[in-house]
């Protein structure tokens, strides 16, 4: 199958020009303005960018174990209509995956059920480090630095000592500290006010815990990317050692503050918990400036019914997946950033991060995960249109212009204009951690 993709404006981290793509099978073998050849479809791209396909390296899709809040199908079609055509999942489902068995399953599982490419983190337990060293077909480990329930806690620091210095897989972690999470609870034990969420998880919880993770980090010469920053002052944590240690911003993180909460309520409510506008400001800062490199998710739904309990007892999290892209292109049009810093942050950087093969790029040898983007497009977000099972997003009623418009999967159509093309099937991304991180993968 031969698709020519021509007079798109194709986008890098590097440089945009209008030029043609020609992709075979699942593979780009010519970038060339001027190529002519035979092709199986044609697509006339003239006014629209391509990029490469968004890599979100943080998603919980609940499969197995939780699917009545999501499952690989509907998430996987969220994926494709926003843009994602690979996603990396956590462990935290039911059973937990931080055994090799485990993780195997869930690899099975979404072969047969996902439209775009996956991957699979393994979970650290505080005695599991004999699985985590077996583990190979996975982006990495991940650990649950407080904040977390049951196995995959792991906050006594003998075990994380062990972990970062007998292990070689890069490692990620939920840094949010158990100790002033716990002491903060209880001052607020009889609160029903969903913005004291974020003087609970507050900023000192958030410090806390990314500082002491990057101290390991440091200490053990171990590869370690920060999730889901949440506040200004951890930026200033990562200084000049990004050859061993990033680190990622959710867009809840950059567009919603504690004053959201009032018209928001639990809709907003995450872990790590939003903060201020000023928090907002510098993480936007430190996206521009380098220090943060990857743009996630945390796609993490409930259903609407358990969102809308009263506060505590309504659960943290929030699905994105679908909207993310078209977020980050709205901010385009308005100017706070470039495409082709949207194209590194999305594309390229997790690719390098978590030593993807062939992946995140538009160059010729690499897979064809191709995104067609319609930069002049409005469309407002509806939680009746949303692709998850959850069926809301908490940017409903909100107009954004530019959106991803026509996606493909390994050469393969998957979306376009609101249709699915559902027999296809994503495939397992490939790893090769020996290439050894983001600032040694050019």
């Not at 194209?343 to 093969?357: E, G, K, L, Q, T």
């Amino acid at each position: 199958m031969k698709t020519l993709i021509k007079n798109a404006t194709v986008v890098t981290p590097s440089e945009t020009l209008v030029t043609s793509v020609l992709t075979e099978n699942s593979k780009i073998v010519a970038i060339d303005a001027a190529v002519q050849v035979a092709a199986d479809e044609v697509v006339d791209a003239k006014g629209k960018h391509l990029i490469p396909g968004v890599i979100d390296d943080q998603v919980h899709f609940r499969e197995p174990g939780l699917t009545h809040k999501e499952d690989l199908r509907h998430a996987s079609r969220a994926c494709a209509k926003g843009g994602v055509t690979s996603f990396l999942e956590m462990p935290n489902t039911i059973p937990n995956a931080v055994t090799v068995e485990r993780l195997h399953e869930k690899l099975a599982l979404a072969s047969t059920r996902s439209l775009v490419n996956y991957g699979f983190y393994i979970g650290a337990t505080p005695d599991n480090v004999s699985e985590l060293q077996q583990a190979q077909r996975t982006p990495g480990i991940k650990i649950f630095i407080g904040s977390s329930t049951g196995d995959l806690l792991v906050d006594e620091q003998a075990a994380l000592e062990r972990i970062f210095a007998e292990t070689t897989l890069p490692i990620t972690a939920h840094c949010e500290d158990e100790t002033t999470v716990r002491a903060n609870k209880q001052e607020f034990a009889d609160t029903q006010d969903v913005a004291d969420h974020s003087r609970i998880r507050n900023h000192e919880a958030a410090m806390i815990a990314t500082r002491r993770a990057i101290d390991l980090a440091k200490r053990h010469q171990h590869r370690f990317h920060v999730l889901h920053v949440s506040t200004g002052a951890e930026t200033e944590l990562f200084g000049d050692h990004a050859d061993l240690i990033t680190a990622e911003v959710c867009p809840h993180h950059l567009f919603f503050h504690v004053e959201d909460y009032a018209r928001l309520g639990t809709r907003v409510q995450m872990n790590p918990s939003i903060k201020t506008r000023a928090d907002n400001e510098q993480l936007w800062q430190a996206l521009l400036d380098g220090a943060i490199q990857v743009i996630a998710t945390d796609h993490a739904p409930h259903t609407l019914e358990e969102k809308q309990q009263a506060y505590p007892a309504s659960p943290s999290g929030l699905p994105a997946v679908e909207n993310s892209l078209a977020l980050l292109l709205n901010q385009v049009n308005q100017g706070h950033c470039t495409l082709e810093q949207v194209v590194s942050w999305m594309c390229d950087a997790p690719a390098r991060v978590w030593d993807i093969v062939d992946k995140g790029r538009i160059e010729v040898g690499y897979d064809a995960d191709l995104v067609l983007v319609d930069l002049e497009r409005e469309q407002t977000i509806r939680d009746a249109d949303q692709e998850t099972k959850s069926k809301w997003s908490p940017w409903d009623g909100e107009t954004l212009r530019g959106w991803p418009v026509e996606t493909w999967v390994m050469g393969q159509r998957v979306y376009r204009d609101g249709t699915f093309f559902d027999a296809r099937q994503g495939s397992e991304i490939q790893f090769d951690h020996a290439r050894g991180g983001y600032w040694r993968n050019p």
